[in-house]
């Protein structure tokens, strides 16, 4: 048998083939399964590392070679065993062929000694750990199980190995088991014309999504633009409540006047202006306390705030412009900024 | 001619007497301050109130601190203009006598006339001292008697409106203030009026009170000065001339009442004579403050003494007056921006 390493194929596959094999296992009637599965499994195998193949019954060390059969006409040594075996036939990849050997010798229970080690038996044999059963009359059994992990590539006789058990009654001999192992399915299964290689499966027959895809593409596009058009409306609509705030439109007033100097009226009325909307009313020198309670975040600047209002009163209404004025657009600024920061 | 010194001089007379009132008058800070302005503005008042809150004590107090002569009349249904003018008696002899009334015994001496309860008096007495504030004359006995330095108060009963004739609103337009003289709020003041002797004896509190801070035959020409000294900018020209127009149309100003409808509001704004009153007190408080120009702030302190009771509303507002007026001015303060 010929076993190509190609180890490097894909983990997917060999997840895919592995769940397979675990359906098979379930004694359902042979599937098809692709070449490439099966390759893949047959990788696996080969690829591994040397497998130590647990030898005959007398507990001599396993021999290190991968290919080493189990010798299937060995005898076992100990008493025969009252062995239930499994099915001889009729076996694929993955299968578990299950032995219960009764745990009696001569009619007299006897305990388990040692158990069969669990591992690597020859190419094809994986031996699961033993187990311990009972049964209605009290019986105890030795459950030993092997699992088919190899597929063959035709029809192929195999062997459960023989084995000797040691129990506290002396060594319990299980004998030889051939079975029969079946390939998953033949390479070339006629041979002529387009039936010679493993075809690939039949692809579904597409059904027509045009339509569908054009529902997606008009809905979606709504959708979006619905989406859009509502963060621009709310975009707009913040960009224009900051445009409007009392003095980021101080501001605006106060860059349009620039080139009037820093003192033109309209100026100190823009920021008055600012004031009284902020505040949510005419305020005055007198009235201030009323801007504080309504934008305590304003506090900060009140000796600014208290200068500003005793020199526009200066201005406005006593004798003229005061000496040195409070800078109005680095004054706004702030204030701005403030809001700014307030609003945020 | 009156100097600026001379004007320092009486701006201090000014806040002593303000300072003596408060000694036999506690809690009523506002009416005392206001009472000083109108008296340096030759306006009337006319005092509103609680019954029992101290308005003849503040009166005789301020009589006192003035100087000058002091009168007091109680108004009556009975009491006819005569009453007020002469007063005739047989006397010891058995000859009729005839004597001056209450308004003409003091002469020119005659400083301040308290005239209680107003309303119980009927429409012809009141329009005889009607007269006398305006003009401060009463024609008598065939000859003109003036009163040149008088300040009329007089009180208007809020709680009884049996037997009483209200003021018409001509008559109301002729104070410069109406007061509102309520119970004081705080705590310690009224703990003190109830239980200090002192303010139990009227007579010994009025003693209190220095007599005769002022020359107050001087009055009205210091009046007359103090309104020249202070200026009034453009911008605060403006800012009464909004104000006007908010009393007539305050929907414009975006002035709101709850409950009011705005437009309807309203039969007639305030009066030119009741704007000049307005600006002759806006000027005396900005003098008692030491300024020679106005600034808002001088006029938003009277403005609710000055204009609530000038404008005048709808008869189907006219009964909440006392509760919407209030409301009225404080928006108009609030709405009308200034400088503008």
Redesign the interface.
């Known amino acids: 048998m010929t076993l190509p390493n190609r180890a490097s194929r894909p983990l997917p596959l060999l997840v895919c083939a592995l769940m397979f094999a675990t359906l098979a296992t379930a004694q359902t009637p042979p599937a098809p399964v692709t070449a490439a599965a099966t390759d893949t499994i047959s990788d696996t195998i080969s690829g591994t590392a040397p497998v130590a193949v647990e030898a005959a019954a007398d507990g001599t060390p396993p021999a290190a070679a991968p290919d080493l059969e189990p010798t299937p006409a060995a005898a076992p040594q100990g008493r025969q065993a009252q062995v239930d075996q499994p099915r001889a036939y009729g076996h694929t990849l993955g299968d578990l062929l299950t032995q219960r050997v009764l745990l009696e010798i001569n009619g007299q229970p006897v305990d388990l000694g040692k158990p069969p080690a669990p591992g690597r038996v020859g190419v094809w044999l994986e031996r699961r750990p033993t187990r311990i059963e009972s049964d209605g009359e009290g019986r105890r059994w030795l459950v030993i199980e092997h699992q088919l992990i190899n597929a063959p590539q035709a029809l192929t006789a195999l062997t459960l190995p023989a084995l000797d058990i040691a129990t506290s009654g002396g060594l319990l001999g299980v004998p030889a088991w051939p079975f029969s192992a079946a390939p998953l399915t033949p390479r070339n299964a006629f041979a002529q014309g387009a039936l010679e290689a493993l075809q690939p499966d039949r692809a579904a027959p597409a059904v027509d999504t045009a339509s569908i895809r054009r529902q997606i593409a008009l809905w979606g596009a709504l959708c979006i633009a619905t989406l859009l058009g509502w963060a621009g409306w709310l975009g707009w609509r913040s960009w224009r409540a900051g445009r409007n705030q009392p003095f980021a439109r101080a501001l605006r007033e106060l860059n349009a006047l620039r080139g009037r100097g820093n003192d033109a009226?309209d100026a100190?009325?823009a920021l008055?202006?600012a004031f009284?909307r902020t505040a949510?009313?005419?305020v005055?020198?007198?009235?201030l306390s009323h801007l504080f309670e309504r934008a305590p975040h304003y506090a900060p600047l009140r000796a600014d705030i208290e200068r500003f209002y005793a020199q526009?009163?200066t201005i406005?209404?006593?004798?003229g412009k005061p000496a040195d004025t409070l800078p109005l657009h680095s004054f706004a600024r702030r204030l701005r900024s403030i809001e700014k920061r307030h609003e945020a | 001619m009156i100097r600026e010194e001379h004007l320092q001089d009486w701006r201090d007379a000014a806040l002593s007497v303000e300072t003596e009132v408060r000694k036999a008058v506690i809690g009523q800070d506002t009416v005392v301050r206001l009472i000083n302005v109108a008296l340096f503005a030759r306006g009337h008042v006319l005092l509103e109130g609680d019954v029992g809150v101290g308005k003849t004590t503040v009166l005789r107090a301020f009589a006192r601190a003035i100087g000058g002569d002091f009168e007091r009349v109680e108004g009556t249904v009975d009491l006819m203009p005569n009453d007020l003018v002469y007063h005739t008696y047989v006397d010891a002899d058995g000859k009729p006598r005839i004597e001056p009334g209450p308004l003409l015994r003091h002469g020119e001496r005659l400083t301040t006339f308290f005239f209680n309860e107003i309303n119980r008096a009927r429409p012809q007495v009141q329009s005889l001292l009607l007269r006398a504030m305006a003009e401060r004359t009463v024609s008598a006995f065939n000859r003109e008697y003036s009163f040149p330095h008088m300040t009329v108060f007089a009180d208007r009963n809020k709680v009884e409106k049996e037997e009483t004739f209200e003021l018409a609103s001509a008559a109301r337009d002729r104070f410069m203030f109406e007061l509102r003289m309520e119970t004081p709020r705080d705590p310690a003041v009224r703990r003190a009026l109830v239980f200090e002797t002192g303010f139990h004896d009227v007579d010994a509190l009025i003693d209190r009170v220095a007599p005769g801070i002022l020359d107050w035959q001087s009055l009205n020409s210091m009046a007359a000065a103090i309104q020249q000294s202070v200026s009034a900018s453009e911008a605060l020209e403006r800012y009464v001339m909004d104000l006007w127009d908010a009393s007539q149309n305050p929907a414009a100003f975006d002035v709101r009442i709850d409950g009011v409808d705005m437009k309807k509001l309203i039969l007639a704004g305030a009066s030119p004579r009741g704007m000049s009153a307005l600006l002759r007190a806006a000027r005396v408080v900005a003098w008692m403050d030491g300024r020679t120009h106005l600034v808002p702030d001088d006029v938003q302190a009277i403005l609710p003494s000055t204009l609530g009771h000038r404008v005048f509303f709808t008869p189907v507002y006219e009964m909440r007056r006392a509760q919407i007026a209030d409301a009225l001015v404080a928006q108009i303060i609030e709405k009308v921006a200034t400088p503008r």
Do not use: K, L, N, V
Request: net charge neutral.
């Open positions: 009226p100190w009325q008055h202006r009284d949510g009313r005419s005055q020198p007198a009235s526009s009163a406005f209404f006593g004798e």
